[in-house]
C-alpha cells in the first residue's frame, strides 16, 4: 500500500471511528428521551413524572378489562409482571387490543395512581404462526398447567 | 484474484461484464419475485393475531432490507473510492443511492400502511421508524450532494464522505428494536438459533428477499452502466462503442 493510500485509509477510520464515538455518546445521553414509553416498573420506580404527559407500554392483565355499559369508557390493568397500573380510557380500541396483548398507551398518570389514557396503540409480538399452531401451542398449555393442578390436588 | 480485482475496476470491462450479467438476475428476480409473491399471498397460512393482514411484511421486509443493503453497499463503495481513488467505486455510489432511497421510501409506506389497522396510527417516533426515516434522508442528502459540485470528483468525495458519516445509522437502525421500547416489533427472523415465524411463512419471505437481492443486483448494474458512460463520455473507447454498429 502506497503512503498516501495508507494515509487516506486512516482518514477514512479516523472519520468512521469519530462519528460512532460521538453519537454513542450522544445516544446514551439522550437514553430516557429515546425511549418510546415506560414499563409500569419503572413508572412504579419514579422514572415517569406524574402530571406530565407520557407513554406506558406493558401487557393488558388478564380479566381486568371492564366496559362501563352505555359508554365508550374502557377500564384495564396494565402490567409488565412486577407491577400493575389501572388505566381508563375512552375512545376506540385498535383491533388487536385484548387481554394479555401489549399495548402502549399515552396520558397522564394522577397523584392516585390511576394513567389517564388519551391515546392507546397495541403493540403486535415478533412472533407469526398459523392460528392451528397457535391453538395447538395454547392447548399443550393448558393440558400442562392441568396435569400440575392435578398433581397438586392428589 | 488482485489483477482480477483492479480487471473489474477498469469501466470498459465492468461496461462489458453487466451488459452480458444483467438480463439473467432481471429475468431471474422478476420469477423469484412472482414465486415469492405466489408463496406469500396465496400459499402462507393466516397469521394468528393479524390474519391476512401480515402478508404486507413480503413487501415491508424485503424493502426494509434492501433499503440498508444498499447504504451497506454505498459505505464499502465510498471507502474504496476515497482510499484507492478508484472511478468506479464513486460510480457504484451513485448508482446504488436512488435504489435504496426507494427501498426506504417503499418500507416506511408500507410499514406506515401496516401500522394502521395493527397498531391503530400510521406513524409514531419510535427509533425504529425514526432512524429509518433518517436513512432515507440521508440517501436523499446523497444525491443532492453528489450533484451539487460543478467538478464530478468534488462531488464524489464530499457524498462519499457524507455516506461514511451516515454509516452509524445502520446499527442503530438494526439494534434499535432491542436498545430502546419501540412500537416497532423485535426481531422475527432471526432469533438466537431458531425463527419467530411458521417455516411456512418463512420460506416465501426469504424468497422475496432473496429475488429483491437480484432486482437490486440487475438494476444497480445498469445503473452503473448509464453513471460509466455519462462519467466517461470523451474518452476513446465510449467513442468506440457509439461507432459500432
Sequence with gaps: MTPARRRRLIMVMVIVAGVAIATTLGLRAFQRNLLYYFTPSQVAAGDAHPGQRFRMGGLVALGSVQRAPGSMTVRFTLTDMQHS?????????????????????????????????????????????????????????????????????? | MFTWFHKLASPPYFYLLAERLVPWFAWASLLIILAGLYGGLWLAPPDYQQGDGFRIIYIHVPSA??????????????????????KLAHAVSAAAAPLGASFAFLALVTGSLWGKPMWGTYWVWDARLTSELILLFLYVGYIALNQAFEDQRTGDRASAILTLVGSVNLPIIHYSVQWWNTLHQGPTVFVGTGSDIAPGMLVPLLVMIAGFMLYFAAFVMKRIQVEVLRRERNTNWVQELIDKP
Design chain 2, 65 to 86: 432490507w434492501m433499503s440498508m443493503f444498499a447504504y451497506a453497499v454505498m459505505a464499502v463503495a465510498a471507502a474504496i473510492g476515497l482510499i484507492w481513488r478508484m
Design chain 1, 85 to 154: 397500573v389501572p388505566v381508563v380510557y375512552t375512545g376506540i380500541l385498535p383491533d388487536l387490543f385484548r387481554e394479555g396483548q401489549g399495548i402502549v398507551v399515552h396520558g397522564r398518570l394522577d397523584k392516585g395512581g390511576l394513567f389517564t389514557a388519551d391515546q392507546v396503540l397495541a403493540k403486535h409480538d415478533s412472533k407469526y404462526m398459523p392460528p392451528e399452531v397457535a391453538a395447538a401451542i395454547q392447548k399443550a398449555m393448558q393440558a400442562q398447567q392441568d396435569a400440575v393442578k392435578a398433581k397438586g390436588a392428589s
